[in-house]
């Protein structure tokens, strides 16, 4: 009879675990940001990616007959080369994976695959949902679509592998936008919030919210449009940078935690 009760609390506990029950029991860290760096970003670009791949700073940008693809210099940023949409078209995040780029579109459903080095285009696929945000983790693409679902997709087929919904403590948390994988964990805009949700890639329970205020206030100038949206991580330097569409300016940034920040 121990034997037997002790192998159902094992399958109750795996049953909890798996349907979130760690997400009503865990209270998320509470980051804020310590600026190490400024650098200039173009005021007219409408940031729907940014992306950091070998020394190299890659960016997408948004809106109809200014949508783009671009490489641009950290230090000065200038764009030192680009690619831009047909006027139909109003692009969305970006990512690099092994020597392509990957491109979403907004309403448009589609998704770009591009040659890293000369921006060729490679393929086009057709996805059914919104495109807002993507990223990788090393084996497939993680994708947003402006709810609480992140998509798991395979890079060469773009086939679903699976999915979660990202919840804070069983509230789910939608407008998910720009993505970026950092140190084995998502970092997500929101849509409109002046805070990055940072969610676990199993579960999709959210870990910790980052506290970008601050920034958004100096960023912002009462422009409603110009929200935080662009995460970047340099995992050689393990560097993270921020930026907003139509910001001035790209923040190299340092999380703390937030009591920390306070005077």
């Not at 909890?16 to 760096?37: M, N, R, Y």
């Not at 969610?199 to 910790?208: L, R």
């Not at 919210?209 to 995460?231: F, K, P, T």
Request: hydrophobic residues 40%.
């Amino acid at each position: 009879m121990p034997t037997i009760c002790c192998a159902a609390c094992v399958i109750l506990f795996t049953l909890f675990f798996q349907f979130g029950c760690h997400s009503e029991t865990s209270s998320p860290a509470q980051l804020a940001a310590i600026v190490i760096k400024e650098y200039p970003h173009d005021r007219n670009a409408f940031t729907q990616g940014l992306v950091w791949d070998q020394g190299r700073v890659y960016e997408g940008t948004g809106l109809h007959k200014r949508s783009s693809l671009r490489r641009i210099d950290l230090v000065t940023g200038n764009v030192e080369q680009q690619l831009d949409y047909a006027p139909q078209f109003f692009a969305e995040g970006i990512t690099v994976f092994q020597d392509s780029i990957y491109q979403l579109t907004w309403q448009n459903q589609n998704i770009f695959q591009y040659d890293k080095g000369s921006f060729a285009l490679r393929n086009t696929w057709s996805w059914p949902c919104e495109g807002w945000g993507i990223t990788h983790d090393g084996s497939s693409l993680i994708v947003s679509d402006g709810t609480a679902t992140l998509y798991f997709l395979d890079p060469t087929t773009l086939v679903e592998k699976r999915q979660i919904t990202v919840r804070d403590h069983g509230q789910e948390i939608d407008r998910l936008n720009e993505l970026e994988y950092v140190n084995g964990t998502i970092y997500a805009n929101i849509w409109k919030e002046c805070r990055i949700v940072v969610i676990s890639p199993e579960t999709g329970v959210v870990t910790a919210w980052l506290d970008l205020s601050e920034l958004c206030a100096r960023m912002q100038n009462g422009n409603a449009e110009a929200v935080l949206n662009g995460i970047m991580h340099d995992p050689e330097q393990d560097r993270l940078f921020v930026t907003g569409k139509l910001w001035p300016a790209l923040f190299e940034i340092r999380t703390v935690p937030a009591q920390q920040k306070k005077p």
